[in-house]
């Protein structure tokens, strides 16, 4: 069966790093388009960067461009996100999601068929 596990997540001050790791496991597809999105509580969720799947393109949120950085391992099935220069707004659950018929792979609202989630993990950042 499809699984995505997230890990990497914690607590960090603020101007922290973290970076997070998505293995994907149990596709019977090709993924066309990897993200990474996040919720905080009361809010809704958020996508944060995507990529084509063996591709240099990516896409990312105005609130962390220049701090997040999207990255895979297509040897590992791994989707990465590093996050640099945290801060408190970053606080949420961070989830990573696949896309397997769809090639749009702009971090907007992955709800399609053959879109898979993750569980995700939480990374909290205080000031």
């Known amino acids: 069966r499809v699984q995505l596990v997230e890990s990497g997540g914690g607590s960090v001050q603020a101007g922290g790093s973290l970076r997070l790791s998505c293995v994907a496991s149990?596709?019977?597809?090709?993924?066309?388009?990897m993200g990474w999105f996040r919720q905080a509580p009361e809010k809704r969720r958020e996508g944060v960067a995507g990529t084509a799947t063996g591709s240099s393109s990516t896409s990312y949120a105005d609130s962390v461009k220049g701090r997040f950085t999207i990255s895979q391992d297509n040897a590992k099935h791994t989707l990465y996100l590093q996050m640099n220069d945290l801060k408190p707004e970053d606080t949420a659950m961070y989830y990573c999601?696949?896309?397997?018929?769809?090639?749009?792979?702009?971090?907007?609202?992955?709800?399609?068929?053959?879109?898979?989630w993750g569980q995700g993990t939480q990374v909290t950042v205080s000031s």
């Open positions: 149990g596709f019977t597809r090709s993924a066309l388009c």
């Open positions: 999601a696949v896309r397997t018929f769809s090639a749009d792979c702009y971090p907007g609202s992955w709800l399609a068929v053959g879109d898979y």
